[in-house]
Every structure is written in structure tokens, then in C-alpha cells.
């Protein structure tokens, strides 16, 4: 049986995070992964959701209009901080017994945050959902254009996992001792919605607002 709730307001995010008005009905979730590179509904920018130290964290990856500085922020050391790479959704932990996160999303359409939650809906769809005082809830659903990010080295290894090693380079055939050459870097991958561009977001567990409370 579905389950629809009215929506009070009409909260707008940079990223097009919550757009609500009228009635939201929300079908029931599948277990599934929200990490990876989700295009927000109105298409304006790419999110990359990622597991960091235990938390769901997200930061825009890609921008329509490149450029965007959160010149919102009431902090005036942030106002001019770019948009691209900046920390949207917040020290989400899983809710026990639920496919769902709950934390805290980033407006930056007014500097504010909010209280929010994400909830996986089959492979491909991540509906996102945010309130104001506990009961004022909009929401959307995003759209999957990038595959889930496996947990990040850097926070395996701070959490005391085994460091990664180099695999050993063989000789080549008809020489002594000799190592291989080594095989070419891979090319980075274009971003989801620019041809050839290069990924200069990366991981997001390691840009340095999100490090920094990622612990």
C-alpha cells in the first residue's frame, strides 16, 4: 500500500536537492546502494554520495554552469568558496532496521541546514528528503549516472584496516632481474554530463571540509 504525504513548503537547494509542493508518494525502498554520482532532478548538478568513516557524506561533483561560489553562506570566510566540490549532504548514519540515512543536508540557496534523509529506491534511484523543524518535509528523487564508490582506502586505512601494497613488477621474459615497464595510467574517467572533462573532485572523503569531520 502506498503511503502519500502532504508537503507544507517548497524548500530550493543550489543543487536542486528538495523541491516539494502539493503531495509526495513514496513507494517502498529496496535494499540497495545510495554511494556514487546521482544527477539532482532539475539537472543542474551531479552529487557524490560516499561512505567516509562509517557516515554518508556528499559534495557536488559536477556543475551545469561551472563557476558557482556559495556566496550565501552567512560564515563570510565561505562566501567565496566554489559550489563544485562543496559538502551538500552531512554525517548521514544509517537508521537501524532501515534502508534509509538520516543527517543533515547543506542549502545553499540561503546558507542554511536542514535536517534530511536518503533512501535508495531499486538500483537507480535515490529519493532524498528534507525538513524544517520536524515536520515542514519536502522531497525529490534523483536519478543514478555514475556506479556505487567502494569505501574509500584512505578512511579504510584511518580506521585501522590493512594498507594496500604495490603488486610486484616480474622480470620480462629473456632477462635477469629486469622489471617490467610499468603498464601506462589509466585515463580519468569523464564526469557524467562533460565529454572528455577530467574528474578534478576525485574522493570526496578526502577534500578537506569533509576529512575534517569525517572521524
Known amino acids: 500500500m ?10 530550493a537547494l543550489y543543487t536542486g536537492i528538495i523541491l516539494a509542493g502539493g503531495y509526495t508518494c513514496l513507494t517502498p525502498a529496496l535494499a540497495a546502494d545510495p554511494t556514487g554520482d546521482w544527477r539532482v532532478a532539475d539537472g543542474v548538478a551531479n552529487i557524490r554520495v560516499a561512505q ?4 554518508m557524506w556528499g559534495a557536488v561533483s559536477w ?3 561551472p563557476g558557482g561560489r556559495d556566496e550565501n553562506n ?21 537508521k537501524p532496521g532501515t534502508e534509509q540515512w538520516e543527517g543533515q543536508v547543506y542549502n545553499a540557496k540561503d546558507g542554511q541546514l536542514y535536517s534530511a534523509t ?14 524544517v523543524m520536524g515536520f515542514l518535509c ?3 528523487t534523483w536519478t543514478r549516472v555514475g556506479p556505487p564508490i567502494p569505501l574509500s ?8 584496516g590493512p594498507k594496500p601494497t604495490a603488486p610486484k613488477t616480474q622480470a620480462a621474459p629473456g632477462t635477469t632481474g629486469a622489471a617490467a615497464p610499468a603498464p601506462a595510467a589509466p585515463k580519468t574517467a569523464a ?7 577530467a574528474d578534478t573532485v576525485g574522493d570526496i572523503c578526502l577534500l578537506p571540509e569533509i576529512a575534517g569531520l569525517a572521524h
Open 2 to 11: 502506498l503511503h502519500c504525504q502532504g508537503t507544507l513548503m517548497r524548500l
Open 52 to 55: 567516509c568513516s562509517g557516515s
Open 63 to 65: 556543475e551545469k554552469q
Open 74 to 94: 552567512p560564515d563570510v570566510s565561505k562566501k567565496n568558496r566554489p559550489t563544485l566540490g562543496m559538502p551538500t549532504l552531512i554525517d548521514m548514519k544509517k
Open 118 to 131: 536518503i533512501t535508495p529506491v531499486g538500483t537507480d534511484q535515490l529519493e532524498i528528503k528534507g525538513c
Open 138 to 140: 519536502g522531497g525529490e
Open 153 to 160: 582506502t584512505a578512511n579504510a586505512m584511518a580506521k585501522g
Open 191 to 197: 564526469k557524467p554530463g562533460q565529454k572528455g572533462a
